[in-house]
């Protein structure tokens, strides 16, 4: 398996903009950044507005005092960087052209308090042999279980097709589509729920077409196999620096605690108000998470009438349950045989443990000074509405599942609880907004919007930058940006005795 060119520019077209172009970009985060940075790189004077102090987003990361004077840079959260995020990774070059931020992180082990752990790391990275060689390996999934499986659920996962997926799958939520499965509470708890979690939603609120869609985008048609990096150090010092002095260099305006209000058109083009002021441009790129899109848009009447499509799109838009972080110094370390990153089943709160002071070097060097552990835990679909109270819960169930941790003294935490993900709700395919809007000039970016090709998380909120600032390009008649992906189809997708069940039956 490989890549595919998903788009490919024209090398008749001149590369550069007309001089004079101007762009406004609303968003700081990976979206908002990617579109930024392209276009900046192609000769537009881009604007790019940001609400809070850093770039970044919910990949931003800021300094935090620690009770003993340090400072250390903290993250949103921890991120899997994964091998084929080909447009992020393509951005990311801008900042260190080899990655040479990125390491990678050896097992990935699935825990649970009642069943042994699950490794996903290491698998092939091809359909069927991947599929088999998880089930050879699984401590979870057996043979025989495989065997009888319910074999039109099995093929709806190998046949990803996105017209005939959404079309037969969306209306149905993901718990329903594994309950069709038949397999063990074991293997799905193991194998399914915390992947499904992943995605800021519990199941019976995930559409099952989208829970295909990212099977197919993250295991099956992933051709560089499931494994995944992480940056050795903090995220502002190796991703947001460099990329805002390589736009600085671009001669792109980069305006930080800077809220946009409301963006409205104005003659051939648009007026953006901002905290700070107006700016008319002819072209806006709105990379906001989904919640800030529904607010910009719900501000701005006159683009509700000029582009009902998009306001209709905003109106449907779900933001998911929130998610909660809880980063923890403790003044000793975990277990030296705990993975430096562990998804968690079957715990109320805790979908995640990752264990910084093994993953990042100022995160090492707090923990090699002080004696101490830096540990991130992760709700990502929290139950509970209040930051202190979830990450009391997310604590007490990592002492259940790491007791060392139930007697270290906790040294500092940093607790936040904040819903900006999108949600993926049954019923939702074709809904979503898209990245060209009704309203010429205006376009959408981030990772809920509805793109023509298959990524997720933060590909899909790079790819969408892109996808926007082509756009853009397109309209002054200038190169496309390439994009690179997944193969599109699954391996039975089209294959009539293998198709979707509805197809199948009749
Ligand atoms: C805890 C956690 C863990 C995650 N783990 C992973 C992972 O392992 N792998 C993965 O691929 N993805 C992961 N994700 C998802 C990933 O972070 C997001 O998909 C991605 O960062 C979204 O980027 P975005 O640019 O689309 O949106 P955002 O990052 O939300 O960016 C939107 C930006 O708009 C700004 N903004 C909002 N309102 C305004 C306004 N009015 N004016 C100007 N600016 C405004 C915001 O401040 C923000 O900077 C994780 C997310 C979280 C929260």
């Known amino acids: 398996m490989r890549p595919r060119r998903l788009v490919v520019p024209d090398p008749l077209q001149p590369k550069q903009v007309p001089a004079g172009t101007e762009a406004v970009v609303v968003g700081g985060g990976i979206a908002g950044v990617s579109a930024a940075v392209v276009l900046a790189e ?25 009770p003993d004077g340090a400072e250390q840079i903290i993250e949103h959260g921890f991120h899997a960087f994964f091998r084929h ?72 996962l190998l046949a990803y097709d996105r017209a005939t997926t959404y079309a037969e799958f969306d209306d149905v939520d993901a718990a329903a589509f594994l309950d ?4 063990t509470a074991r293997s799905r708890s193991m194998l399914f729920e915390a992947f499904a979690r992943s995605f800021f939603c519990n199941q019976g609120q995930l559409s099952a077409a ?17 494994g995944f990096d992480v940056p050795s150090t903090d995220y502002a010092t190796a991703i947001w620096d460099p990329l805002h002095r390589h736009l600085d260099r671009h001669g792109a305006d980069v305006q930080m605690s800077t809220g946009c209000v409301s963006v409205e058109p104005n003659g ?55 998610f909660a972080v809880s980063r923890i110094w403790y ?21 995640s443990i990752a264990v910084y002071s093994r993953l990042e070097e100022p995160s090492v060097d707090w923990a090699r000074a002080t004696g101490g552990s830096i540990v991130e835990l992760h709700s990502y679909s929290c139950q509970i509405p209040d930051a202190a109270a979830a990450a009391a819960a997310l604590r007490k169930e990592l002492a259940a599942l790491w007791p060392e941790t139930a007697t270290a003294r906790i040294v500092h935490t940093h607790d936040r609880l904040e819903a900006t993900a999108p949600a993926f709700p049954p ?5 979503r907004p898209t990245v060209r809007t009704d309203a010429r ?47 599109q189809r699954g391996l039975l997708a089209g294959v009539p005795q293998f198709g979707a069940k509805a197809r199948a039956s009749g």
């Not at 537009?44 to 850093?54: I, S």
């Not at 648009?270 to 848009?297: E, N, S």
């Open 441 to 487: 000039g205006l376009r959408v970016a981030g990772d809920y919007v509805d793109t023509p090709y298959l990524s997720g998380l933060m590909e899909r909120s790079a790819m969408s930058g892109v996808l926007a600032a082509n756009d853009v390009l397109a309209e002054l008649g200038a190169a496309a940006e390439p994009i690179l992906g997944v193969p």
């Open 210 to 226: 989208e829970l295909i869609a990212m099977f197919h985008y993250y295991f099956l048609g992933n051709p560089e196999g499931i």
């Open 85 to 156: 995020y080909y447009t992020w990774r393509a951005i990311l070059r801008r900042a260190d052209p080899a990655l040479s931020f990125l390491a990678p992180v050896k097992s990935y082990p699935v825990i649970s308090a009642e069943w042994p752990a699950e490794d996903l790391s290491g698998l092939p990275a091809a359909p069927p042999l991947n599929l088999l060689a998880l089930a050879l390996r699984s401590k979870s999934l057996t043979r025989r279980e495989l065997l009888r499986a319910d074999a039109d659920t099995g093929r709806a």
């Open 180 to 183: 069709g499965f038949g397999m």
């Open 427 to 431: 019923g939702s395919a074709g809904t």
């Open 42 to 66: 192609r000769g537009v004077a881009v604007t790019l507005l940001e609400a809070t102090g850093h770039l970044g987003g919910r990949l931003g990361a800021w300094p935090e005092r620690l």
């Open 268 to 322: 051939h083009g648009w007026r953006v108000t901002t905290t700070a002021g107006t700016i008319d441009t002819r072209h806006v790129v709105m990379a906001l998470d989904p919640g800030a899109l529904k607010d910009v848009v719900g501000r701005s009447p006159g683009t509700a009438a000029a582009a009902p499509l998009l306001a209709q799109a905003c109106e449907k838009l779900t933001v998911a349950p929130p």
């Open 331 to 351: 003044d000793r370390d975990v277990a030296a045989d705990r993975a430096p990153f562990s998804a968690v089943s079957g715990q109320p709160t805790l979908d």
